[in-house]
Every structure is written in C-alpha cells, then in structure tokens.
Nanobody
Framework: QVQLVESGGGLVQAGGSLRLSCAAS????????MGWFRQAPGKEREFVSA????????YYADSVKGRFTISRDSAKNTVYLQMNSLKPEDTAVYYC?????????????????WGQGTQVTVSS
C-alpha cells in the first residue's frame, strides 16, 4: 500500500505561484498513475490534473489549463504540481492520489490511495 505525503501549500497573493509536491512511499512509483484533486469549503472534491504512469500523458481541468503544470520524478518517487497565476478561486485543500489500475485517469473514483491534503489559500 503506497503512502502519499503532500507539501508546498501555503498563503499566496493572487498572481503568485506555488509548487506542490507529493512524495510516495512506494519504490515502484512508476506503476501508479497520479492525480491532483482539490476541495474548497462547501464544495465537492474536483479533478485538477493527472499524469500517466510513464509521465508522457498529462491532463488538466479547464479551469487550470495554461496555469498549472503536473510532472513526476520517478527517481524521487515524487509528483509535482506547479501552479502559476494563482487566483482566489484556486483556494482549496489539494490532494494527490495514486491509481494502480488505469494508465491515467481524471476520475477521482478510480484512485486507490490518497494523501492527507495541503491547504492552498490565494488572497485577492
């Protein structure tokens, strides 16, 4: 069972940047598709970005396309989410997740393992 630990959240002004990291305990990190999701207060958890097991395929929610970039470093067992041009509506708890079965997925129901989340707050 893989354990995921997110870091890098914080408070930033609108227009600023943050980079989230998600470190996985599993040495065979490449067997998992990885995703980032977020949940704002009073809202359902939503898809943000996903990356395939090989790292060759990436997907983004329309709301973050062109501003966020997902990447993975198998040598470090880590997936990243670079967030630029942040907006107040990006404020949420951000979760990373791992999916063993699918090559890549944008559906949170496909993901088997979840981190504890990291808070991102964007002030206007």
């Amino acid at each position: 069972q893989v354990q995921l630990v997110e870091s890098g959240g914080g408070l930033v002004q609108a227009g600023g940047s943050l980079r989230l990291s998600c470190a996985a305990s599993e040495r065979t990190f490449s067997i998992y598709a990885m995703g980032w999701f977020r949940q704002a207060p009073g809202k359902e958890r939503e898809f943000v970005s996903a990356i395939s097991k090989s790292g060759d395929n990436t997907y983004y929610a329309d709301s973050v396309k062109g501003r966020f970039t997902i990447s993975r470093d198998s040598a470090k067992n880590t997936v990243y989410l670079q967030m630029n041009s942040l907006k107040p509506e990006d404020t949420a708890v951000y979760y990373c997740a791992a999916d063993y079965d699918k090559w890549v997925s944008v559906d949170l129901n496909d993901y088997d393992y979840w981190g504890q989340g990291t808070q991102v707050t964007v002030s206007s």
